[in-house]
């Protein structure tokens, strides 16, 4: 049976649902950098918005967390689209 769809399609929407899979609850502590890889965001960016009071980090300098919450009013983070399937 053959499916309508590329390779790139494919790899592209096994990269979607890894990062759905792996995905944080938005009120659970996450590093900095993983809450930058989740919300498509550099992780200069969250740091900017922690000095400048924009949003709170939890923890020690070395090792700051922050909420996927408090980052969703700064990003508007859109639900990821699939290809569709050709049957």
Do not use: F
């Not at 949003?55 to 969703?72: E, F, H, M, N, P």
């Amino acid at each position: 049976m053959t499916v309508g769809i590329s390779r790139e399609e494919l790899r592209q929407t096994q990269a979607e649902v890894k990062k759905l899979r792996h995905s944080p609850h938005p009120s659970e502590l996450v590093k900095i950098s993983e809450a930058a890889y989740t919300c498509d965001l550099n992780a200069q960016s969250i740091r900017r918005w922690i000095r400048e009071g924009r949003i709170k980090a939890y923890g020690w300098k070395g090792s700051l967390r922050v909420r996927l919450s408090d980052l969703l009013p700064e990003v508007e983070i859109a639900p990821p689209t699939l290809p569709k399937v050709k049957r």
